[in-house]
């Protein structure tokens, strides 16, 4: 029988060679591909490129990468990336801040300046009877069960961007788990920063003669389809005077940013 011959095109040493090579080339270079990069030294030598063997290839392989980058400082590194991401999500949450109140105002206020329905405030002006607000079920805003960790816990500092107390609350999340250990009893959310107070909030564990979250088309407020675990919100008296696009931006302008950039990126 004459001796077999192998069919390869390509080994696999061959493969793992020339994209070792690849890499090898794009770490050399000085520049990044995008210009507002963070600029990152890269050091110039480049070990050579032995045989490999096909058993050892992977191995070899990163043992060199390790080696070629081993010059640079991954604190300075991961402190620019850092910087560089808090950089640009500062002006995302300010840009966010303000179209979502754009869209609010296009969309529901129709450009012009409506009223605020009576049953949506804490006392219904005309009738100084308490006003019922608007209904929402906590599953809608809870989607990934973050109120299942306390804010004020070890685990809750990594999910929530501030703390509520008593004295200032800056976080809606860690405000809504207050309102839900409350349970039934109102808590007032305010500005942290001027101290407006902007909105009464309960939380109604299993009420079937308050927590309604659908109309029946006579009114206008909610009046059937009673549903457990449901936040309930009233407009504070104080805007009994201004409109609806008054408190949409007193109300987006109390959770400004979004988002803290700064807990967004961890360090």
């Not at 804010?151 to 309102?179: H, I, Q, R």
């Not at 949409?248 to 961890?266: C, E, G, H, M, R």
Request: charged share 20%; net charge negative.
């Amino acid at each position: 029988m004459g001796e077999k011959i192998k069919n390869v095109i390509c080994s696999p040493s061959d493969a793992i060679e020339g994209l070792k090579r690849q890499i090898f080339e794009l770490i050399s270079l000085k520049q990044t591909t995008c210009g507002n990069l963070p600029n990152l030294e890269i050091p110039n030598v480049l070990p050579g490129v032995p045989d490999l063997n096909p058993s050892q290839a992977v191995i070899d392989f990163l043992n060199d990468l390790l080696a070629v980058i081993s010059g640079i400082n991954y604190d300075e590194m991961r402190m620019q990336l850092i910087n560089w991401l808090v950089e640009k999500l500062e002006p995302l949450a300010k840009d966010l801040t303000l179209n979502l109140k754009l869209s609010l105002k296009s969309c529901y206020a129709c450009k012009i300046d409506p009223k605020i329905p009576e049953w949506l405030f804490q006392t219904q002006p005309n009738t100084t009877t308490p006003g019922l607000g608007y209904n929402v079920e906590l599953n809608k805003l809870d989607l990934t069960c973050l109120f299942a960790a306390n804010p004020n816990s070890e685990v809750g500092k990594l999910f929530y961007d501030g703390t509520c107390d008593p004295a200032v609350c800056n976080d809606m999340n860690a405000f809504l788990w207050e309102v839900i250990q409350a349970n039934g009893s109102p808590l007032i959310w305010s500005d942290s920063l001027n101290g407006v107070e902007i909105a009464e909030f309960r939380y109604y564990e299993d009420s079937p003669t308050i927590a309604f979250t659908d109309s029946d088309g006579a009114v206008d407020y909610q009046n059937s389809e009673p549903r457990p675990r449901v936040i309930n919100v009233r407009i504070m008296d104080s805007y009994h005077d201004k409109t609806l696009i008054t408190f949409i931006n007193d109300y987006f302008n109390s959770q400004n940013p979004l988002f803290d950039a700064d807990k967004v990126i961890p360090t």
